[in-house]
């Protein structure tokens, strides 16, 4: 009996604990280290979070720079909030043309069409931001410091979310009852009229639910960012100006600082602060679908 | 009445109106990933150079073999652990804390941003085990990443099954392991293979977490099959960078390396007719198998 059940039982239900024990790992490894700054060398959260005053001493165990993240916080939420101004129109009008407006069409070609754009892997997305839309903003848009910018990180990183919120968004367009849509024809009302006074506002939940999930993957995008935001640090003065951001950062000088010391310890904070980010996402995505289920 | 005329006419040409700002869109979208398809292979073939594809350091045979050998490494790992998880998940799991834990496990772990899992992974297997950067915590990090996947579509198979293979199996004789190892695991192979080549297309693309675990550079010597040595090509405890990672560093670390511009842009060519090729195939794979299935069933 052993063999026949209680090995295999007892070797899936390991590997079914392992996950939850490798997500523990993965959370408290990050927040140990990822806290260290404060602890060990006293810097404050609000300096972390709210301080543009980034001097962190780079040698081992020593203290006293100072660790202001908000340009690069800043970085991350304007590429990320320019990205979504680009990408939710888009992929709100993708996910209507699957599920309202030619299903046929939309589940022949624009949905193979949006998974492969998922598979391309995000250091081509870098790579053709770097060939094609950092020189057409240096040359056709005149950006003052070269055409590393803020724009060209949105729009890359807007490409890389809208298949997210596009296949959310369908399908969530596409659990609406259709006793909604005949409804609505049977009191008359166009398709526009359905799509956007019905269908869209019934979905709105799991809409929300595709944004979110966009937002948190563009949040966590790392090279294909660092490849065309300039990696400049300072504020911009507009779209077009070269800035940083968290991943960037970390990218780049995770390698080259002394373990232990004030400047790593400072970009581990940074790397706590996106795990903290993608799971308050999950957190809002259990929120949204708890209100969607209460809505019906 | 005339008014409602009007109105009946607006409302009518608005709707025709945004009928076609839909098609633009849709059509737009098409064109879009065709021309950047279409902008990389191109890019790709015009900037190849002889030697680009030899295994040296001109060339990108290395970083191609790493890429390979990195992902097959990480699905010895991870196609194991998942396929167990997701057996646990859909055969043994009852409803209670473990397996809400679980699953939110497995959702926090796919929306992990993979800079996070490569420094856990640059924690975990390179500064707490006082190694250089290898291969084998590069596999390790995209593991992590591709768990969720290979749990969920196992869990997603075998929950997809008949009943009456349970209950055919079970009337038998057989233990519930038994029935999972000798009928429903082996009913759910074609599904689970093609989530697999799902996970290893993404792998290839994989860089952000492999930036700290295998590392940037790669030096490899073909003669060399000694596997404790740092050249030789199947020693997993040496450095590996793969075709992704060698895009980002060709592009940005201001390589010393002449060809630079044009490596990456091969690399590209390259990155995408994999990660194209095998998705492709997946999809070709899943359709085939279930129209066997279908034929199977009648």
């Known amino acids: 009996m052993f063999k026949k059940e209680y090995l295999g039982r007892g070797i899936v239900t390991v590997c079914g604990i392992f996950i939850i024990a490798l997500t523990l790992a993965i959370s408290v490894f990050l927040l140990v280290k990822g806290t260290g700054v404060f602890t060990q060398f006293h810097h404050s959260v609000a300096e972390f979070l709210f301080s543009d005053n980034w001097a962190p001493k780079d040698v081992p165990g020593e203290g006293g720079g100072h660790i202001g993240a908000s340009i690069y916080i800043m970085g991350s939420l304007m590429t990320c909030g320019l990205a979504l101004l680009i990408a939710v129109p888009f992929s709100l009008a993708g996910a209507i043309f699957i599920a309202e407006i030619s299903p046929r069409l939309g589940s022949r070609i624009l949905q193979p069409a949006i998974e492969i754009f998922v598979g391309i892997p995000s250091v081509v997305y870098g790579w053709v931001g770097l060939t094609i839309l950092v020189p057409f903003i240096r040359d056709k848009l005149h950006a003052p410091m070269g055409g590393y910018s803020v724009l060209a990180a949105g729009i890359v990183l807007a490409i890389m979310i809208f298949p997210t919120i596009a296949t959310v968004a369908a399908d969530a367009l596409r659990a609406v009852p259709d006793s909604y849509r005949q409804a609505a024809y049977g009191l008359g009302s166009t398709r526009w009229q359905l799509i956007y006074k019905v269908s869209v506002p019934a979905a709105k939940s799991g809409i929300f639910t595709g944004i979110i999930l966009g937002l948190s993957r563009a949040f966590g995008e790392t090279l294909a960012v660092a490849m065309v935001i300039g990696k400049t640090r300072v504020f911009p003065k507009g779209i077009l100006y070269p800035t940083n951001n968290l991943t960037a950062a970390i990218a780049a000088d995770m390698g080259n600082t002394a373990n232990g010391g004030e400047y790593n310890m400072a970009l581990w904070a940074m790397a706590l602060l996106l795990l903290i980010i993608s799971l308050a996402c999950i957190v809002v995505i259990h929120l949204l679908a708890r209100s969607g289920e209460k809505d019906k | ?298």
Not at chain 2, 17 to 36: E, Q, S
């Open chain 2, 1 to 298: 009445m005339n008014e409602n005329s009007s109105r009946y006419k607006r409302v009518r040409g608005v709707d025709k109106f945004m009928t076609g700002v839909f098609y633009g869109i849709g059509g737009f979208f098409i064109l879009l990933l065709i021309v950047l398809a279409a902008y990389i292979i191109v890019k790709g073939i015009t900037s190849i150079y002889p030697g680009v594809f030899s295994f040296t350091s001109m060339g990108i045979g290395n970083q191609f073999f790493n890429t390979i050998y990195l992902v097959f490494l990480s699905l010895i790992i991870s196609v194991p652990l998942g396929v167990a998880a997701g057996s646990y998940l859909a055969e043994y799991a009852r409803k209670g804390r473990l397996t809400e834990m679980i699953t939110m496990s497995i959702e926090a772990l796919s929306s992990l941003p993979s800079i996070v899992v490569g420094l856990f992974g640059y924690l975990v297997f390179i500064l707490m085990t006082g190694m250089k950067w290898n291969l084998l915590a590069g596999a390790m990090a995209v593991t992590i990443l591709s768990l969720p996947a290979i749990t969920t579509t196992t869990r997603d198979a075998l929950a997809a099954l008949p009943a009456h293979y349970r209950s055919g199996s079970i009337g038998l004789g057989a233990t519930r392991w038994q029935t999972l190892w000798h009928v429903l695991l082996p009913a759910c192979v074609p599904r689970i293979i093609t989530g697999v080549i799902l996970v290893a297309g993404r792998g290839f693309g994989e860089a952000a977490a492999l930036l700290y675990t295998s590392g940037q550079s790669t030096v490899l010597n073909w003669a060399n099959w000694d596997i404790t040595s740092p050249t030789c090509p199947l020693n997993v405890f040496r450095p590996g960078e793969t075709l992704s990672l060698h895009i980002w560093v060709m592009r940005t670390e201001g390589s010393m390396n002449p060809h630079s511009v044009e490596i990456a842009n091969v690399s590209s060519m390259v990155l995408i007719i994999m990660v194209l090729g095998f998705s492709l195939l997946a999809r070709y794979l899943s359709r085939k198998l279930d129209e066997k299935n279908k034929g199977a069933a009648k």
